[in-house]
């Protein structure tokens, strides 16, 4: 059985897919370690858990999601086709649009201290290697 849901990747449009009904599926599609978050009553964001964090994608409720992930609804438990107006909903508050802005703006924090921390690491273990060094030599 196929379901309608929305599948959003890193800096690209929001798409309407049609994909199969099965988590078996939807790890294929986005990796093994799931992530679920609730949207709303019956709406479920399902992402990798282990996305690089370099692959910023979307802002939701103040979370920054990594990589590529998935909007489907769900009724007992099960993943179900997302109604027309939840499709509309979702698709207006991931519009690459609305959050390319920001997204640049945490990516590039995110790169500036990262590379601070390398800097500081290099530092510290060049440090490390002069007091080994003349530890041997003596």
Do not use: W
């Not at 078996?24 to 996305?51: E, H, M, T, Y």
């Amino acid at each position: 059985m196929k379901i309608k849901c929305l599948l959003v990747m890193p800096n690209k449009e929001v798409q309407r897919v049609k994909i199969p009904g099965s988590l078996k599926f939807v790890r294929a599609l986005i990796g093994n370690d799931l992530l679920k978050i609730k949207a709303s009553k019956n709406n479920l964001i399902i992402a990798n858990q282990n996305a690089e964090k370099d692959e910023f994608n979307r802002l939701f409720q103040g979370c920054i999601l990594y990589g590529t992930f998935l909007v489907v609804s769900t009724k007992n438990k099960r993943l179900t086709s997302m109604k027309r107006t939840d499709i509309l909903k979702f698709y207006n508050i991931f519009k690459l649009a609305r959050h390319q802005k920001k997204i640049s703006i945490y990516k590039e924090e995110f790169l500036e201290e990262y590379y601070y921390r390398q800097k500081e690491m290099k530092e510290k273990n060049k440090e490390h290697n002069k007091e080994s060094i003349f530890k041997n030599v003596a």
